[in-house]
């Protein structure tokens, strides 16, 4: 090897390093709750940077792989890629963690959590980045292959503390490029803007190129914001023809004045049209069991509902190795109140109920199906008033391939969202996890109801959009009325069926081949060695 070569391949290896820094830095500041703030550096955020956050990995991959030896051409993509992905749910974890270890998990186990999910989490990028790396070698253009095996790699492997933040879903005030179907596409898009980007940076850079993928951005950008309106659009037509279920969800005052009983009480006294189908707590801790009697709400039921049926959350402390615990309390009558009990990991939690059917009262129904992770974490399908809705208590989280599945199976009419983020109110996760609500009824195409016991709690329509949101740690009370859809409405079938057009389009831009510039691809042959 000589020293011409030699230089290169130490300079491919270190380009790569600086890029992985600069993209991890990019996805942390462009991340919803401004992680970088509760790491010390505040100032730096904001959504748009992840429309930028892939342009220097997609420049190193476009430029680098041809100049070097094919071995550190290899080695500098797995670092880029593991480099990126892992610095950044690194980061990310490291925002919340102080605030987890004070709740009281061990800081050895929470940091060795933390590195063991950024590893998991980098080693798909990685390998998406490596096929990137390949595909330039086969002659194909980086920025395109890299798009896809990205978000193959999210898609395919959901491993990690957070997903990879290349998806404009995770930020509410750019929801209308999110409404269009999934996380997989609205990653597609955000991955073809950011090569868009470096495609117009390599225009000057031999072989001379031309802009497919300016083209297929500019079709998925002004696609998914068409398909969006048309969502609305259709979305407003069902929902004028759609019954409602009506809920009241009580705030808790941050104070012991007023007490629960009594916000619940004046709430119901207020309440004027139809009755209240159920009462929903965000979090309370449930020191002395609440008889019905104190409230009085058996004239409020509705035809069929012998009691009402609420739900509450509140983190409680425990020690290795199942993590912390979250406890959710099913609320009957007093001699039948029970808790189901929730196992959560650090920055993954999910439900599970057991038992769950014989703490349920009569006018309820409940179905249990597996979420899908691991033996024990399971979801739940309940009925109020024969209404069935999906309910998630923890964090706003839906996820897993099997939940999915029997979610669409069992086809709930609207989804209960109970989220207690009162421990971390000075970290990104409370605004993350409105994000992530936000995210799950746009997917689940159904109405969320979010109530959250650190106030903004909301009401979250299947295209993104929020109304009757309450204010941030402060108590109170409010109505809502949640219109009752099943998923295969006719919205979602005309925005899927031009999703699949504006997908095919794009596509087909990116898998162009770029054109050969005459007496160079010897020269780029012999580089590679």
Excluded at 415 to 432: K, N
Excluded at 443 to 455: D, F, I, M, P
Aim: hydrophobic share 50%; with cysteine.
């Amino acid at each position: 090897m000589s020293r011409a070569s030699a230089q290169k391949n130490a300079a491919a290896l270190a380009t790569a390093i600086l890029c992985a820094g600069v993209g991890a830095l990019l996805l942390l500041a462009s991340r919803p709750g401004d992680p970088l703030a509760a790491l010390g550096h505040p100032g730096w955020s904001s959504p748009l940077l992840v429309l930028v956050a892939l342009v220097p990995a997609m420049l190193w991959l476009e430029l680098a792989p041809q100049r070097v030896h094919a071995g550190v051409g290899a080695l500098g993509a797995l670092v880029l890629g593991f480099g990126t992905s892992a610095l950044a749910a690194y980061g990310a974890a490291a925002s919340i963690l102080p605030a987890i270890i004070a709740q009281g998990y061990p800081e050895p186990d929470a940091w060795a959590s933390a590195q063991m999910a950024a590893a998991l989490q980098a080693s798909t990028a990685s390998v998406a980045t490596l096929l990137a790396w390949y595909a330039v070698r086969r002659g194909r253009r980086a920025t395109g292959f890299f798009a896809f095996a990205w978000v193959a790699a999210e898609g395919l492997a959901p491993l990690g503390a957070e997903r990879l933040s290349v998806a404009l879903f995770e930020h509410p005030s750019y929801i209308a490029l999110a409404s269009i179907g999934g996380p997989s596409l609205v990653s597609l898009v955000c991955a073809l803007v950011n090569g868009a980007l470096a495609e117009c940076l390599l225009l000057a850079v031999p072989p001379r190129r031309r802009p497919y993928l300016v083209l297929a951005a500019i079709a998925g950008v002004g696609g998914s914001l068409a398909i969006h309106q048309v969502r609305v659009e259709a979305l407003s037509a069902v929902r004028a023809s759609a019954p409602d279920v009506r809920l009241l969800v009580v705030q808790p005052a941050p104070t012991e004045a007023p007490t629960l009983v009594e916000q619940t009480r004046a709430a119901l006294d207020d309440v004027v049209g139809d009755p209240i189908t159920a009462v929903v707590w965000p979090a309370v801790t449930y020191d002395e069991p609440i008889a019905w009697a104190e409230l009085d709400l058996a004239p409020r039921l509705p035809a069929g509902v012998d009691e009402p049926f609420l739900v509450g959350t509140r983190m409680a402390r425990d020690a290795p190795p199942e993590g912390p615990l979250a406890h959710a309390l099913v609320l009957t009558d007093e001699a039948r109140q029970r808790s189901a009990v929730y196992q959560t990991t650090v920055l993954a939690p999910f439900l599970d109920f057991a038992p769950l059917e014989e703490v349920l009262p009569d006018g309820a129904r409940a179905r249990i199906h597996d979420a899908g992770r691991r033996p024990g974490q399971r979801g739940a399908m309940f009925e109020i008033g024969r209404v069935p809705f999906g309910v998630m208590v923890g964090w706003d989280d839906f996820s897993g391939p099997d939940l999915r599945r029997q979610l669409s199976d069992q086809d709930p009419e609207w989804l209960l969202s109970v989220v207690d983020d009162r421990a971390f109110a000075d970290t990104p996760l409370p605004t993350y996890h409105e994000a992530c609500a936000v995210f799950r009824a746009v997917e689940q195409g159904r109405y969320v109801l979010r109530a959250a016991a650190h106030g903004g709690s909301t009401l979250i329509d299947p295209v993104g959009a929020r109304s009757g949101t309450m204010p941030l740690g402060e108590g109170g009370a409010e109505v809502f009325d949640v219109p009752r859809l099943h998923a295969a409405t006719g919205y979602q079938v005309v925005g899927n069926f031009a999703t699949l057009l504006c997908l095919l389009f794009a596509v087909s831009l990116v898998l162009l081949r770029p054109p050969r510039a005459t007496g160079e691809a010897g020269d780029d042959a012999a580089a590679e060695g």
